[in-house]
């Protein structure tokens, strides 16, 4: 499984980040998280506002800090 | 997108881009907010072919805020059909028919300002469309 999280390095894009690395190591699955700061890059996901968090290219959320329940839901 | 991510995004702004002239109006009117920092320009397509990063985008903002040319109002139609009431503005509620509307620089400040003033009336009163930050 590969994981995105898009933003520009904000706080609630560290967030983001902080809550899905948990959510997978809780959950024990095998995943490549980085990080896409650049804005062109992530325009090219048609995302507007961020963090967003894509899951294998498919993008499940943006413009929110979910909680770790949520995220674990959105990458199972 | 605004170029800086962080920059007014928390408020999304759409034209419907018709092929009238009032629909032209919308897109001209809309892209000079956007210019201007009033909101983020984001496309109306990408919501009408669900694209997941602009309906989750849409979902996400604190305001959508759709600009219609005329009363069919595809700009607005496209949102609730994703789940979101969008704050909806009629150029031709505001007199500017279609066919009937030439596309000026001054009727594009013209219909700018006015759609300004008609998002910042209806705006709920935590949301300013200049004070919040993506991040």
Request: net charge negative.
């Given at each position: 499984m590969k994981i995105e999280i898009l933003g520009p390095g904000c706080?609630?894009?560290i967030k983001l980040e902080e809550i899905t690395r948990q959510a997978v190591q809780?959950?024990?699955?095998?995943?490549?998280?980085?990080?896409?700061?650049?804005?062109?890059?992530?325009m090219n996901h048609g995302v507007?506002?961020?963090?967003a968090l894509v899951v294998d290219g498919v993008v499940k959320l943006a413009g929110k800090v979910p909680s770790i329940d949520d995220v674990k839901k959105l990458i199972k | 997108m605004a170029n800086?991510?962080?920059?007014?995004?928390?408020?999304?702004?759409?034209?419907?881009?018709?092929?009238?002239?009032?629909?032209?109006?919308?897109?001209?009117?809309?892209?000079?907010?956007?210019e201007g920092g009033f909101?983020?320009?984001?496309?109306?397509?990408?919501?009408g072919?669900?694209?997941?990063?602009?309906?989750?985008?849409?979902?996400?903002?604190?305001?959508n805020i759709v600009v219609d040319g005329c009363p069919v109002a595809c700009a607005r139609k496209s949102l609730q059909r994703i789940g979101i009431?969008?704050?909806?503005?009629?150029?031709?509620?505001?007199?500017?028919?279609?066919?009937?509307?030439?596309v000026t620089e001054e009727a594009i400040a013209r219909v700018a300002d006015e759609i300004k003033a008609m998002a910042d009336s209806k705006m709920p009163a935590a949301t300013g469309a200049s004070s919040g930050c993506c991040c």
């Open positions: 706080p609630k894009c809780e959950l024990g699955i095998d995943a490549e998280i980085t990080k896409v700061k650049d804005v062109k890059d992530i507007m506002i961020t963090p | 800086d991510c962080c920059n007014n995004s928390r408020v999304l702004l759409y034209a419907c881009s018709g092929a009238s002239d009032a629909g032209e109006l919308a897109d001209r009117a809309v892209r000079k907010l956007w909101a983020a320009k984001t496309c109306l397509a990408g919501v072919a669900d694209i997941a990063g602009f309906v989750s985008s849409a979902r996400g903002a604190d305001v009431e969008p704050i909806s503005i009629i150029l031709a509620d505001l007199g500017y028919k279609r066919g009937e509307s030439a």
